[in-house]
C-alpha cells in the first residue's frame, strides 16, 4: 500500500510540471491576416504582417493609408499589439486587447484619446 501511494505522488511530481508548461505556450500568430477595425465613424480595413518569436510580437499593417509597425506580445490565447497611426496631422496610437481562437482574433482598439471599437482579424 505505501509503495502504491509513493508511486503515485513520485508520478503526479514528475508529471505537474509539464502540464503546467504546456498550457502556458502561446498559440501561434505568424502570418498574414486581414483585420476589420470598426469605429463610431465607419469600418477600416487592413492587412496585417505578424512575425513571433516566443511571446513577442512584431511585424506591420498596411492600407491605402499607408504602413504601421507593430509591436506586442502574446500569453497563451491573450493578444496585445500597438501601432500608431496618422490622424489630422497628429499620430493616434492603437492598441488592440484581445482573444486568439484558431484562426481569428477579436477583440477591442483603444484608438488614442478618442475611444474604442471592436476588432477582429482572419488568418489569410
Do not use: C, H
Request: hydrophobic share 40%; no cysteine; charged share 20%.
Amino acid at each position: 500500500m505505501k509503495r502504491s501511494i509513493f508511486f503515485t505522488v513520485a508520478l503526479l511530481v514528475a508529471v505537474l510540471p509539464l502540464a503546467g508548461q504546456q498550457q502556458s505556450a502561446p498559440v501561434k500568430l505568424d502570418g498574414e491576416w486581414a483585420v476589420t477595425l470598426t469605429l463610431p465613424l465607419g469600418d477600416t480595413w487592413f492587412n496585417m504582417f505578424i512575425v513571433q518569436k516566443g511571446n513577442d510580437l512584431t511585424g506591420y499593417l498596411i492600407n491605402e493609408v499607408g504602413q504601421f509597425d507593430l509591436k506586442g506580445t502574446v500569453d497563451r490565447d491573450q493578444v496585445k499589439f500597438t501601432w500608431t497611426f496618422p490622424d489630422g496631422g497628429r499620430l493616434l496610437d492603437i492598441t488592440f486587447n484581445g482573444k486568439v481562437e484558431r484562426n481569428t482574433m477579436s477583440g477591442y482598439a483603444k484608438v488614442g484619446e478618442v475611444g474604442q471599437g471592436t476588432m477582429t482579424a482572419q488568418r489569410k
